[in-house]
């Protein structure tokens, strides 16, 4: 028995912030607060982004986040942000304490903390809202997933900044955003002009790959990023991007290999040597046509 006790006692001391919150240490500290944000401190937070989003939602429990699971159990993910209202939060800790107290037990065995907190409140009666999964990024900002169906919604965090030098920088590129950032507006951000809005492009120009040497704009390859073996040229690997339409946000040529990657989304990126990269500009800038201006 006191080793249990004792194995609790040192779970409690090492919880993580999704822990910490099933504990009530959030909810007693700050009954009355409308809002609890959960976030890992490798995790950049874009307030102009998300105070319009909280001022939007109303009165009933919200549970909201990056969806991540599968069938089993669906849960926001700890490190692009949680975000909980004050009526999730009273209808855990104070109208089921009995799920509270089943979560510290879980706590001694569980590794992820935001599945423990998923469970926990599916027990109180709170689900996941995945409506609103499309406003957080599980990567940093040069690597977050650019979707056509994002293109034009802001966002409101960016994750994987654990280096230091890291997190200064975001703070820095974000310094003067002062209107909610879109997905889109990353390329703004790190000084990418956006190759779709050349005025001097005509639409037949614009409708041929536009290419960027030594650079990635799809992010690797593999999962949901399709590849074509043997494509001899750049050029080629574009045009394939181009003729799947909405499937094909951007591509990325690897001369060595010949591989041709295209991949759903498109990133920022960054310089990679013997790569030929473009963003699908065609599609682009249908969509942004119609985003909405703030």
Known sequence: MNSIHQQQQ???LELRPSHQFISGLAYSKFPNKKWCLLVDDDTYLVQPSLKPLLAHLGSVPYYIGNAVGDFRIRFAHGGSGIILSQGAMSSL???????VRTAHLESLSETWGDRLLARTLIRAGVYLDEEYSHLFSGEPPRWAKIRPDRFCCPIITFHGLGQPEKMHQAGESFRNVSKPLLWSDIWDVHGMSRPWRQSTLTADELAKPIEYANWDHAGGSGGEVA???GAEKAEECGRKCYERGSECMAWTWEKETRRCN????????EKVEGKVSGPNGKLARELEMVCLKY
Do not use: K, R
């Open 10 to 12: 040192q779970a409690h």
């Open 93 to 99: 800790i104070l109208d089921n304490p009995h799920a």
């Open 227 to 229: 590849v074509v073996e």
């Open 262 to 269: 295209l991949s759903p989304w498109m990133i920022v990126g």
